[in-house]
């Protein structure tokens, strides 16, 4: 049993930056592959990023890439989101998700624990 627990997230002006935190419980921690997922009002959740575990391989959306950079320290059991240039479309609710299939990272329903999420609003 893995639990997510994100923090970080809050009001900013578009062009402005947040770094998301996401800490995980559990001593199996650098195997699971970590991912970013949001949810927009009225939309469904999706993709954002996510990164393996020892070795690293990062994932990102093509509306996040060069803007958002994933990171881990498993030392910490935590991994980030450092979000930079926001626009007001990056206002969701951020969840942190773990999973050990490496073959669907991108997908909703390949992840096997999920956080509570926590809120990201880009003012215009």
């Known amino acids: 049993q893995v639990q997510l627990v994100e923090s970080g997230g809050g009001l900013v002006q578009a062009g402005g930056s947040l770094r998301l935190s996401c800490a995980a419980s559990?001593?199996?921690?650098?195997?699971?592959?970590m991912g970013w997922f949001r949810q927009a009002p009225g939309k469904e959740r999706e993709f954002v990023s996510a990164?393996?575990?020892?070795?690293?391989?990062?994932f990102y959306a093509d509306s996040v890439k060069g803007r958002f950079t994933i990171s881990r320290d498993n030392a910490k059991n935590t991994v980030y989101l450092q979000m930079n240039s926001l626009k007001p479309e990056d206002t969701a609710v951020y969840y942190c998700?773990?999973?050990?299939?490496?073959?669907?990272?991108?997908?909703?329903?390949?992840?096997?624990?999920w956080g509570k999420g926590t809120l990201v609003t880009v003012s215009s």
């Open positions: 559990g001593r199996t921690f650098s195997v699971y592959t």
């Open positions: 998700a773990a999973t050990l299939d490496l073959t669907r990272v991108t997908r909703t329903t390949a992840m096997d624990y």
């Open positions: 990164i393996t575990g020892s070795v690293g391989i990062t």
